[in-house]
């Protein structure tokens, strides 16, 4: 008799735990998986960042264009090696493989300093998966910068593009990794203390500087 009561002691326990698991288990699988999903695929479609490059001169060169007299006169000149930025930025996600926005910042160049104003758009390729956390993408800019420092008009303009990697760290912080070719458009003012006499109407003097740019963005929304 005894043994038969430890037996269907036993049988009722295992059921009681049997119920305990089925009605535990699969809520903390669901807690895992919206969590995964809204760590690695529900991202805002709206993002805000800051970041930084560190520029090395490739060259510059310098263009004066004699409008009255059709004549284009073209040479080269050195640069300073090292320089860099500093800029804000915020995207707008228009599906899973496309951005656009706009930056602003901080240039420090061997040829001037300005401030930076450019759209910038980033196509994305892959997903991003708990066991992948990261995006090749590649982008392009393009804007005006103005410059404050005198010798120089105020409005200059950049262009650049190049490749990048999103990744995730830790599961909390998303940030990129990017580099790739930016050319600086500046325009000087002409100099009239030469051994020549130079009429400043009807020329036109452009300074392109060519840098390899290498930077990184942090998003911080």
Same mark, same amino acid.
């Given at each position: &008799?005894?043994?038969?009561? &430890?037996?269907?002691?036993?049988? !009722?326990?295992?059921?009681?735990?049997?119920?305990?698991?089925? !009605? @535990?288990?699969?809520?903390?699988?669901?807690?895992?998986?919206?969590?995964?999903?809204?760590? *690695?695929?529900?991202?805002?479609? *709206?993002?805000?960042? @800051?970041? +930084?490059?560190?520029?090395?001169?490739? +060259?510059?060169? /310098?263009?004066?264009?004699?409008?009255?007299?059709?004549?284009?006169?073209?040479?080269?000149?050195?640069?300073? #090696?090292?320089? $860099?930025?500093?800029?804000?930025?915020?995207?707008?996600?228009?599906?899973?493989? @496309? %951005? =656009? $926005?706009?930056?602003? $910042?901080?240039?420090?160049?061997?040829?001037?300093? =300005?401030?930076?104003?450019?759209?910038?758009?980033?196509?994305?390729?892959?997903? %991003? %998966?708990?066991?992948?956390?990261?995006? #090749?993408?590649?982008?392009?800019?393009?804007?005006?910068?103005?410059?404050?420092?005198?010798?120089?008009?105020?409005?200059?303009?950049?262009?650049?593009? $190049?490749?990048? #990697?999103?990744?995730?760290?830790?599961?909390?912080?998303?940030?990129? #990794?990017?580099?790739?070719?930016?050319? /600086?458009?500046?325009?000087?003012?002409?100099?009239?203390?030469?051994?020549?006499?130079?009429?400043?109407?009807?020329?036109? *003097?452009?300074?392109?500087?060519?840098?390899?740019?290498?930077?990184? /963005?942090?998003?911080?929304?």
């Amino acid at each position: &008799m005894k043994k038969i009561l &430890m037996l269907l002691v036993l049988i !009722a326990m295992g059921i009681t735990t049997a119920n305990a698991q089925q !009605a @535990f288990v699969p809520k903390y699988k669901k807690k895992k998986e919206v969590r995964e999903y809204a760590m *690695f695929k529900a991202e805002r479609p *709206f993002e805000v960042y @800051f970041g +930084g490059a560190v520029n090395f001169a490739l +060259g510059m060169q /310098n263009s004066i264009n004699f409008n009255d007299h059709n004549y284009k006169v073209g040479y080269d000149q050195k640069i300073d #090696l090292m320089g $860099g930025s500093v800029h804000l930025g915020a995207n707008y996600k228009f599906g899973n493989h @496309f %951005t =656009a $926005g706009l930056e602003a $910042g901080y240039l420090f160049q061997g040829n001037g300093q =300005a401030i930076p104003l450019s759209g910038v758009m980033k196509v994305f390729y892959g997903t %991003t %998966t708990p066991k992948h956390p990261c995006r #090749l993408y590649n982008y392009a800019q393009v804007g005006p910068q103005f410059y404050f420092e005198d010798g120089s008009k105020p409005i200059g303009m950049l262009a650049g593009t $190049g490749v990048g #990697l999103r990744l995730l760290v830790g599961q909390v912080l998303r940030m990129e #990794l990017q580099m790739g070719y930016q050319m /600086n458009m500046r325009r000087p003012e002409i100099s009239l203390q030469g051994a020549y006499d130079i009429i400043e109407s009807g020329v036109s *003097f452009k300074q392109y500087a060519h840098i390899a740019q290498f930077g990184v /963005n942090i998003y911080i929304f």
